[in-house]
């Protein structure tokens, strides 16, 4: 007992130690004044207030020291502090800010000044941002995220208390976690982190989300990048977008004049804030912003509104207005259930550069140090410099207490007892065998999966089943699966059955191996162009059976690997017995006059002839994918690549058909891929993709092996862009076994040219307007044009996109409607 009164003792005397200037900040009625700007003067050394006006400020040394509280709406206060021992206690009471207005008369038609103010803002705006173009810092962040009306159970899946995040009445914090890292920092987006400690509530073992990367919300940029690029109130061509007010002026406490604008949207749906932006009178320069967007803005429909604040520090030593604080709100809801979220973020220390060294910003973005995990109260007390809450400080302790409980091997396994009790009912419906502590669980998939259930002419009504076991390791990164599936077709009367296996070495490289093998229908389109899902449908109802398959018996070894970075690469061994399938069945839910046709997508009205003939091949595959100017950022457990959307990527493979039951089987074939993106400003994404290919040696090569594309003859669109498909092209008319190309283009304008629209833009519908081509040898190039509208909906639920498409091949070929129906995609 005495053991652990002394260490409780000494917790609480190395959070007050470390503590050195402390107190609280309250307004003349003794209300609290959350995210208080708290900093030693003349110095970058500053920290902010917690949601209860609570303070903690670091200084290394004793002696005298005036220290400024900064708070919008509120007088900015300087208290001397001569501090002799610490902690130092300075409790601090701010009065409301005195505005004052010019006594101009404002005429009718006469411009308000606050336009005035922007444009000088405008015009001012690169050289206050080159002030702060180069610099190294403190950084901390902390990111919180609450949950209310959370079920129990949802859409029949168990919910529960998240382990321990949520209350009996579904309440509580889903997530807590702060970070304090360095920072080097060039404009536009060039950054260096090292991320000294890094704390997850009820995870000693994870690391923090709240990392430097993305927290550059720069209001000097014409577009502020939040998902979506929204249009800063101080744009070059901000004042198409918003309408301003000055509502008051102040002085700060360098007797600087401040103006206080009110932001006001021009137009409601398009991608603006509103709130208040404060500028520096004479020198024009950012004192602070508060401003929110709302969730359709931004086109994240479940998203409510966001709110984001930034406090300016000005030191007279260099004669620079440094940002100090951030601040992100937000709030989200669906189903009834709410989520609301903050992050807060502190910059101190400030060094301003000149110019820093080469080879100061690599790749490497950030850099998790080795037991950032792992720091105790003592070092977050001397370090964080923004108070825990109450509820923070509760939720810290009991989580923690919980995983300490649910990580032991009695728990986890009197757990497991529960779950893993068999019932004779779940051989029908599957069952689940888990070893929580050692992190591995086997699986059934039970024969009353109806997700698996399909229908096709080859196996008329047909299901899945099969087995599964997994076993993972986070802190090495290893990840085991093994799978098999056994497959049966009623009308075909026959049973399929595969399987695989999967090995994982690490999250470094992400080495890994696989192999598979068994028997399995294959569309003769390895791409699989018509879900399973959707061709049941298609066939049923309107007796169009566009799937065509084969039979495949095979085996096959596998390995990927990351070689460098951005650089991947990969190589296949297969060996196959393919075979002739026929239709064996004609049923149908609705009766037309139509005839199904054929399983020979050649000769789609002749049954009795096979697109193959009986035969194996051997087939070698190699590949590589490069991603130009890729980011990662190191964990002590692996690695963790961020794609660079700058630069295009690009992808080559070669594949080698030999050892065939006969030689004109043989081929060799290489191809290649382009795919980049692009935001264009405010303006919206632009999307193309290329693909070429070239075929060696493969006259007479088996129709399985050809270059098939992807076509879509359902009308029906499950992906957010049709990047990889032709929306009007038969499946199989224009395959090849010799060259061809394939070029596909898309520009949705995310609501720049919809917004603008009165009454269209209500219905928050993006104009996305396509391109489409595929060149082969004897064949004159198949085109596409397409224009629709994306983001269609209602309410929360955006996921239908409808696009009309033209088609053309040696003259006009046709046209119809595509239905987007993204969802599809997932339930696949």
Known sequence: MNKHFYLITFLLLSATLFAQIK??????????????????????????????????????????????????????????????????????????????????????????????????????????????????????????????????????????????????????????????????????????EEIIASKVSGNDNGFSFNTAQGTNYDFYTNYVDMGMNMVSPIADKALTYYKYKLESIFTDNHNQLINKIKVIAKRDKEPVFEGYIYIVEDTWAIYAVDLTSKGYRMQQPILENITLTQSYNYNPNTRIWAKNQQTIDFLASIFGMSFTGKFTHVFSNYVFKEQFEKKTFTNEIAKIVKDANKKDSIYWNQSRPVPLTEEEIGDYHKKDSIQTIRKSQVYMDSLDRKGNKFKFLKLFTGYTYKDSYHNWSASYKGVLDFTSLGYNTVQGWNFDSGFSFTKRNEDKGTYTTINSTFNYGFSEDRLRVNGSVYHRFNTTNYAAVSASGGSSINQFNASNPISNLINSISTLFFKDNYAKYYNKEYIRLGYSQNVLNGISANGSLEYSARKPLYNTTDYVLIKNDKEYTSNNPLLPDDNTTAAIEKHNLMKANIGTRIRFGNKYITRPDGKINIPNSDYPTLSFNYEKGFAGSEDFYNYDFISGLVDYDKTLGNKGDFAIRLKAGKFFNADNISFVDYKHFNGNQTHVGTTDKYLNVFNMLPYYTNSTNDAYMETHMEHNDKGFIMNKIPLINKLQWNLVVGFHMLNVPNFKPYQEYTVGFDNVGFGKFRLFRIDYVRSYQDGFQTDGIVFGMKFLNILD
């Not at 006006?53 to 220290?67: F, R």
């Not at 709406?73 to 005195?98: C, M, R, W």
């Not at 609450?146 to 029949?156: D, E, H, M, S, V």
Request: charge should be positive; aromatic fraction near 10%.
């Open 23 to 192: 107190g609280k900040v309250t307004d003349k009625s003794g209300q609290p004044i959350p995210f208080t700007t708290v900093i030693i003067e003349n110095t970058y050394n500053g920290t902010s207030a917690n949601e209860n006006g609570s303070y903690e400020l670091i200084v290394k040394e004793k002696g005298k020291y005036t220290v400024i509280f900064q708070s919008l709406g509120y007088k900015t206060k300087k208290v001397s502090a001569d501090i002799q021992s610490f902690p130092h206690i300075v409790d601090v009471v701010l009065e409301d800010e005195n505005y004052t207005l010019s006594e101009m008369i404002i005429k009718p038609n006469k411009e308000d000044p606050a336009y005035e103010i922007i444009r000088n803002a405008i015009k001012s705006k690169k050289s206050n941002s080159d002030k702060t173009d180069k610099f190294e810092a403190d950084f901390y962040s902390r990111g919180i995220f609450r949950a209310k009306n959370i079920p129990k159970k949802f859409l029949g899946m168990e919910i529960g208390d998240m382990n321990g995040a949520l209350d009996s009445t579904g309440n509580g914090i889903l997530y807590l976690s702060e970070t304090v890292s360095k920072i080097a920092f060039e404009k536009p987006n060039k950054i260096k």
